[in-house]
Nanobody, 122 residues
Framework: QVQLVESGGGLVQPGGSLRLSCAASGTIFSINLMGWYRQAPGKQRELVAAISSGGMTNYGDSVKGRFTISRDNAKNTIYLQMNSLKPEDTAVYYC????????????????WGQGTQVTVSS
């Protein structure tokens, strides 16, 4: 199993910045994808940003140019630097990890964190 612990959420004014962290622990496959999703009230959960174990990144269209995802593989931790925050960025942000294990047989996992609230408001 993999456990995910998120931190860094909070209240920020429009135009401000926040940095989220997500630390993974447990049995982590070397081939994995970690990322952030968010869900606002009444809306579907959407991808914010993801980063592979090899460092490839992908961003949701609404955050491109404002958010940056990075990872520290030694610490099994990802970070989401959020700049130029807007009220529409208000949501619960969830950390997610997907792993692929290739050995005698293929195995996968898909785990979620508990979520952290980000509120952008004046």
């Amino acid at each position: 199993q993999v456990q995910l612990v998120e931190s860094g959420g909070g209240l920020v004014q429009p135009g401000g910045s926040l940095r989220l962290s997500c630390a993974a622990s447990g049995t982590i496959f070397s081939i994995n994808l970690m990322g952030w999703y968010r869900q606002a009230p009444g809306k579907q959960r959407e991808l914010v940003a993801a980063i592979s174990s090899g460092g490839m990144t992908n961003y949701g269209d609404s955050v491109k140019g404002r958010f940056t995802i990075s990872r520290d593989n030694a610490k099994n931790t990802i970070y989401l630097q959020m700049n130029s925050l807007k009220p529409e960025d208000t949501a619960v942000y969830y950390c997610n990890t997907k792993g692929l294990g290739v050995g005698p047989r293929i195995s996968t996992y898909d785990y979620w964190g508990q979520g952290t609230q980000v509120t952008v408001s004046s």
